[in-house]
């Protein structure tokens, strides 16, 4: 069985496959330059769950940490009080726990930094860096041109020293509205990075906090806060995606301006992307507002918690992060990859069961009524030490509907009428009639014989028996709902086309739930944090939100081989 996350060791990558970050760090470990010291952090902002993108982030800085016996913090850059939310803050340090990941006592948050944030501010104002601007929104925008046109100066530019003082003092104390005015930092407007362009430092915004309640009407701006947040904690190597890589100007003349305790080297890295789905958090929770989904931890979502509800490992997702490695240019990785990691991962350490999905019913008429049989098989086709099991043999029996063909094509080595198959580590049974519905002409069951020399499921004179499926008994079985997945959308790059909505993209079959399945008794037993292999039908796992005392819900974590590939080599 799985114990959840918790190995940081297994983390831990060969040291011979280097990234360019890894190799920028081991070059730097050399030349002693941070004091030999490694620090990076994680530095989620708590507006929405983390999904498989973070995980990559997770994995690197966590991972580069416990290579080089450094640490890496947790950080919440919480500076957004109206779309941030505490229940985000509890997930996200779930998942990174879930992943296997440890922040010791290095927990943090932007917001415990308000205080010295804004005596940084302050610091720059006296500088002459820095001014309160009283130009609106919209008016700053237009100020500040384009890529090819230089921006203008701000009227209020040029305000006294004195004067930006008190007005940053009340616009602290709560004296005006909120878009009145803002703190700006005096670079450059005709500077050809947009970043440089007195990007404004603090706005007004009276909103309550959900960590410093209503103590403050006056927040500092991501840019502002994410640098020198990094520089008080004294990180060594800021690992961040590239969209960061034109604000890292700002970032540095920020730092080289207040001169703080420490200069965090930032390095960017290309964001995951992956097929047939989306990733940003904004448009997560719009699947999630327009209830397009069942939740962030839906198990089509590819959220940490979706995948974790769907089945997935803290291993395979790992492993996963190791596969894809690191790059500098963006691309889409294909979900396959993401897919074929899991089921590496569970093909060796995933017991065996056998579930039915859609059952038929198979009378087997030289059976004895009252008889029953204990038959053991195989946890585990390879691995011994998984021990065996007991399943339980009678008269009448399920199989699947589509392991059954009244008129069989040409390759379907499955029952037919006349047919001998094998049961699974059962016996050889033969199909002598097929029973119908008189109105309707469904097949209700079929009328089987069984061959008593053929115990365990063995030819007893050598003959060829082709198939063999897998089944369960009618009398033992218990029923459950299990929930066969597709991907939610049905195109490779659902945001390739800006003008269509990546809503329009959505697979409307991507969730298929079959109400009416039979499983293999002992099933009955399993915990959330089991996974099993379902013979012939993927690997499944308890749905943890759904399932009910007398009613087990099964999710499909995956097939048993990509049927995306098989279909795209048949085209
Ligand atoms: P989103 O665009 O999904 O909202 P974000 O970048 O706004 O993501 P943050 O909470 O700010 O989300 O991200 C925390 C960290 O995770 C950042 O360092 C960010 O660069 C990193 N990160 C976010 N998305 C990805 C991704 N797809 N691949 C790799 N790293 C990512
Ligand atoms: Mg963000």
């Known amino acids: 069985m799985h114990t959840e996350g918790s190995n940081p060791q297994s983390a831990i990558r060969n040291p011979q496959s280097r990234d360019f970050i890894r190799t920028i760090i081991a070059e730097d470990l050399k030349n002693n330059k941070h004091g030999g010291r490694v620090t990076t952090r994680f530095p ?11 995980a990559k982030s997770i994995c690197l800085n966590f991972g580069v940490a416990l290579e080089n016996n450094g640490v890496c913090h947790l950080r919440f850059d919480d500076t957004n009080p109206s779309k941030e939310e505490i229940a985000y803050v509890e997930s996200i340090k779930k998942d990174v726990k879930w992943l296997g990941f440890d922040w010791g006592d290095n927990l943090f948050f932007a917001s415990d930094y308000f205080e010295q944030l804004y005596d940084y501010a302050v610091q720059l104002i006296k500088m002459g860096k820095a001014y309160v601007c009283s130009l609106s929104a919209e008016e700053i925008r237009e100020y500040r041109g384009t890529l090819t046109e230089p921006g203008r100066e701000s009227p209020f530019r040029n305000r006294s020293l004195e004067e930006n003082l008190d007005l940053f003092t009340r616009m602290r104390a ?20 947009i970043n440089m362009r007195d990007p404004v430092l603090y706005r007004i915004l009276h909103a309550s906090h959900h960590r410093t309640g209503d103590k403050w009407c006056l927040y500092p701006m991501y840019d502002y806060t994410h640098p020198i947040s990094d520089a008080i904690e004294k990180i060594t190597h800021s690992l961040c995606t590239l ?129 029953e049989e204990e038959l053991e098989i195989d946890n585990h086709p390879k691995n011994p030490e998984m021990g065996k099991r007991q399943v339980t043999f009678c008269r009448e029996i399920y199989i699947e509907q589509d392991d059954f063909l009244e008129e069989p094509p040409k390759k379907f080595f499955r029952l037919a009428p006349g047919r001998e198959v094998r049961l699974r580590a059962a016996y050889l049974i033969t199909c002598d009639k097929v029973v119908k519905d008189e109105q309707s002409g469904k097949i209700i069951e079929l009328h089987c014989t069984y061959d008593p020399a053929s115990r365990g499921g063995s030819s007893p004179d050598g003959r060829k028996v082709k198939g063999t ?40 079959n991507s969730l298929l739930p079959l109400t009416d ?13 089991d996974r099993f292999q379902f013979e012939r039908l993927g690997y499944f796992c308890l749905d943890s939100v759904d399932t009910a005392p007398a009613r087990p819900v099964f999710n499909r974590t995956v097939t048993l081989r990509d049927s995306w590939e098989k279909i795209g080599k048949n085209a």
Request: charged residues 25%; hydrophobic residues 40%; proline residues 6%.
């Open 44 to 54: 989620p902002e708590p507006n929405g769950f983390l999904h498989i993108g973070h």
């Open 174 to 193: 709560g004296e005006f509205a909120d878009g009145t005015h803002v703190l700006r930092a005096k670079i450059d407007m005709s500077s050809g990075n």
């Open 243 to 371: 969209e960061f890589e034109d604000h890292r100007p700002f970032y540095d003349w920020l730092l080289d301006t207040l001169q703080t305790p420490a200069h965090p080297q930032q390095i960017e890295f290309a964001r995951l992307n992956l097929t047939y789905t989306v990733m940003s958090k904004r448009k997560l929770l719009k699947l999630v507002n327009e209830k397009r989904v069942s939740g962030w931890d839906d198990p089509r979502m590819l959220t940490i918690s979706g995948l974790r509800r769907r089945g997935y490992t803290p291993a395979a997702m790992r492993s996963f992060c190791d596969t894809i490695g690191l790059a500098k240019r963006e691309s889409r990785v294909d979900m396959g990859v993401l897919e074929n990691a899991i089921r590496n991962d569970l093909n060796d350490t995933a017991p065996r069961a056998m579930a039915v999905l859609r059952p038929l019913k198979v009378v087997i008429t030289n059976y004895p009524q009252e008889q």
């Open 469 to 508: 499926l897998h089944w369960v008994s009618a009398r033992h079985a218990i029923s459950a709902e299990v929930r066969l997945y597709d991907r939610l959308f049905n195109v490779e790059n659902p945001e390739a086309d800006k003008e269509t909505s990546f809503m329009s993209h959505l697979n409307s």
């Open 517 to 529: 399945c039979r499983l293999e008794p002992g099933l009955a037993a399993a915990g959330v944090n």
